[in-house]
């Protein structure tokens, strides 16, 4: 990480643009929860009869809400019982370190790295931790306490079903998360703040992620064009944003765990600040 340590070295003394960081599913699956589209990933153990593109969108909610819960509870369960990681814990002491250059964008709907601490971050696929109506007649609010999280065979109880219906208008409550039918906003899910942030961004590092959804490729295609470099960690080597970064000299690359690569990135960003250089 020397030619890293150097650009580092650069960008931080500047003090200028934000030092921004992009997470997917690949971070978290170090904590336990599978990722998507993995064998053992989570729409296969979940969804055993349907593409996440039929069985993740309102349309189909809204035909199948109770079979749509069940998912989201057993979902629910495996967050429940997974924990921050050494990569988690590395980015919140690095949001200590560059105080206001930090921001942390992601993917995930864990919330892990809330739990780990972090608190610059935007949540651009939405929140597990978070239930809104599917009729949009109100606010966003905390997953009700009464419902219990389930094993995918699991039917809801009718006291279940009770809890995850409004309380205004009686429609069933929804998981606060962007379905694959559905568009970003800057309401439920920082679209506007996401792409402000890529237009200030000095240095991105986009950690766990491939590349397979809209908002973080365009984030990556803002960076590009006005930051100075762009870093790739992930234990694969030939993701979509790899792709659309061939030949880029902003480009560095290592295929590493986050669990890894982002301590030993807190310890170069701690030592560049520390040294009486800077």
């Known amino acids: 990480m020397e030619e890293l340590k150097t650009i580092l070295n650069e960008i931080i003394k500047d003090k200028t643009g934000y030092i921004t960081f992009l997470t997917g599913a690949g971070i978290s699956a170090e904590s336990g929860l599978p990722t998507y589209r993995s064998i053992d990933g989570i729409w296969i153990k979940g969804t055993k009869y349907h593409r996440p593109e039929e069985f993740g969108t309102f349309k189909y909610f809204s035909q199948e809400p109770e079979e749509v819960w069940q998912y989201n509870l057993f979902w629910k369960k495996m967050i429940a019982e997974a924990q921050p990681n050494a990569g ?7 949001e200590s370190l560059l105080a206001d250059r930090f921001r942390l964008i992601t993917q995930n709907v864990d919330g892990l790295h809330q739990r780990a601490g972090t608190r610059k971050l935007y949540e651009i696929h939405g929140s597990k931790q978070k239930v809104r109506c599917s009729n949009e007649c109100s606010e966003p609010i905390d997953f009700p306490e ?9 039917d809801l109880t009718p006291e279940d079903i009770d809890y995850l219906k409004c309380t205004k208008c009686g429609n ?45 490729v365009n984030i990556v295609e803002t960076v590009k064009i006005r930051a100075k470099w762009i870093v790739i960690i992930n234990l694969e080597n030939d993701t979509y944003f790899h792709s659309i970064l061939k030949g880029s000299k902003k480009l560095n690359s290592f295929q590493e765990s986050s669990t890894v690569a982002l301590p030993q990135l807190k310890i170069i960003m701690e030592e560049i600040i520390n040294s009486s250089i800077f």
Do not use: C, M, Q
């Open 88 to 94: 988690h814990l590395a980015l919140t002491e690095i």
């Open 146 to 154: 009464n419902v219990k999280f389930k094993e995918y065979t699991e």
């Open 172 to 216: 069933w409550l929804r998981p606060n998360t962007l379905w694959f039918d559905e568009s970003y906003n800057e309401k439920n899910y920082h679209f506007d703040t996401a792409n402000h942030i890529a237009d200030h961004t000095d240095i991105l590092f986009v950690i766990g992620t491939s590349g397979s959804t809209t908002l973080p």
